[in-house]
Structure formats: C-alpha cells, structure tokens
C-alpha cells in the first residue's frame, strides 16, 4: 500500500485580473562604425526645416564621412557635401542596397527621391532669379524645402534600417549645437515672413 500523501502542487495560479506582462527592451546604443548617419524622424525634420535646410549640407558630409571610415572607400566629404546633386544617386543607391540586404525587404528604389532632390534643389538655388511677390516668395520657399526635406527623409528612413536603427532612437535627442542652429534658422525664417508681410502691406 502506498502511504505517500499525493504532492500539493505549490505553484501560484495564474491571476485571470493581472494584467499581461510584455517584455521592456532597451532602446538600441549608439552603432559603433555604422556605415551610415542615424538620426530619428523627429529630429531629422525639426532640424532640416528650422534651419532652413542648412542641415543637408551637415547630413551629406556626415553620411560620406561614416561610408568612407567604414569601408575604406577614398572619397572626400567636404566635396561630395558641397556638390551633393553630383553624389546623391551612389549615396542613396548605397542606401538602398544596405537597407535591403539587412531587412531582407524588397524596399522601394531611391531614384525618385534623387531626382526630386536635385529638381528642388536647383530650382530653390534659382528662385533669386525670378521676382516674385513676398508672399510668393515666401510659399514657393516652404514648398521647396518640404520637397527636398522629402526626397532625403527617403533615404534616410533606408539609412536606419541599414544600421539596425529603424526608428533611429540611437540618435533622438537634440544636443546644445543642434539648438544653436536651430535657434539661428528660426531668426532667418522670421526675417523672411517679416519681409513677406512688409512686401504684401506695401502693395495693397
């Protein structure tokens, strides 16, 4: 005869009112000898527009900077940044071809946004040419720039998923330099609106 008293189970029963648990994960670190710039949708467009798109000339130099130290490539920042229309195409393609061996996607090619780019920015270079109302001027301004912070947006959002930093919280906090430039581009974007609206009184 078995005289063993039968084992209690002694594990707590699940709590029918508790609330499921998801695991917390960390946000990403900063990617050491990433191939390209990361920075978070936020930050990108808050920079780009409050300065005045100032911040491409920063974000090329950046991107060819980062490819250069991480493959060894001979290729000069300061240039390729200065005269971005003629680099744009192999930088986003290289974009493109990183972002999609590391996500395993078939993510859209980034001609468009290329082209668009070099358009926006030949035809925003160029405005100074045609006289335009304040008003005009002013519109035609913000409609520029929101096409070429567009077109590299593009390709950025491909940048972090080649790094492994989709929403690019590695890079989401704005630093004191970044509020510097900011702070001078919404001066500059003062101005402009100021001499707009003093345009359009003196007409009418």
Not at 92 to 113: C, E, R, V, W, Y
Not at 170 to 190: C, E, H, P, Q, R
């Amino acid at each position: 005869m078995n005289l063993e008293k039968p084992q209690q189970n002694t594990a707590i029963p699940n709590n029918p009112y508790q609330a499921p648990t998801a695991e917390t994960l960390p946000p990403p670190l900063l990617v050491q000898n990433a191939p390209f710039y990361i920075v978070s949708k936020k930050k990108f467009f808050a920079l780009f527009i409050l300065t005045f798109s100032v911040y491409a000339l920063y974000w090329f130099w950046e991107n060819w900077s980062r490819w250069r130290d991480s493959t060894g490539e001979k290729v000069w920042p300061v240039a390729r940044a200065l005269f971005a229309i003629f680099f744009i195409h192999s930088l986003f393609d290289k974009m493109h071809t990183a972002a999609t061996a590391n996500s395993g996607q078939n993510l859209s090619k980034l001609t468009i946004p290329a082209t668009l780019y070099i358009i926006g920015e030949i035809a925003f270079n160029g405005m100074d040419n045609f006289e335009m109302i304040g008003m005009v001027y002013l519109a035609v301004t913000v409609v520029m720039i929101g096409i070429i912070a567009w077109s590299i947006w593009q390709a950025q959002h491909q940048a972090n998923i080649a790094t492994g930093d989709v929403e690019g919280l590695s890079n989401d906090k704005f630093t004191a330099a970044n509020y510097v430039w900011m702070v001078l581009g919404i001066l500059f974007w003062l101005l402009i609106i100021f001499g707009a609206l003093q345009s359009a009184t003196t007409i009418y």
